[in-house]
């Protein structure tokens, strides 16, 4: 009877450290997801520069040709 017992304890700890992997495999997921959001944030923030400074150009094209 004592040996039907050892392999018991070594299923539990088992189950500790698939569930300790599961968690961390969210975490990365979550770090990956933020990390693509940061990225369309800031891709989204240069094409709003971008425009800005082509409109800037235009008005400094307009000035210099009134001068």
């Known amino acids: 009877m004592g040996?039907?017992?050892e392999g018991w304890g070594n299923e539990e700890n088992q189950v500790g450290v698939d569930e300790e992997l599961s968690?961390?495999?969210?975490?990365e997921i979550?770090?990956?997801?933020n990390k693509d959001l940061m990225e369309e944030k800031a891709?989204?923030?240069l094409i709003e520069m971008e425009n800005s400074y082509q409109r800037l150009e235009k008005?400094?094209?307009?000035?210099?040709?009134?001068m």
Not at 59 to 66: A, D, E, P, S
């Open 3 to 5: 040996n039907s017992f």
């Open 23 to 27: 968690i961390f495999t969210e975490s």
């Open 30 to 33: 979550c770090s990956i997801q």
């Open 43 to 45: 891709d989204d923030i």
């Open 59 to 66: 008005v400094l094209k307009v000035f210099n040709r009134m």
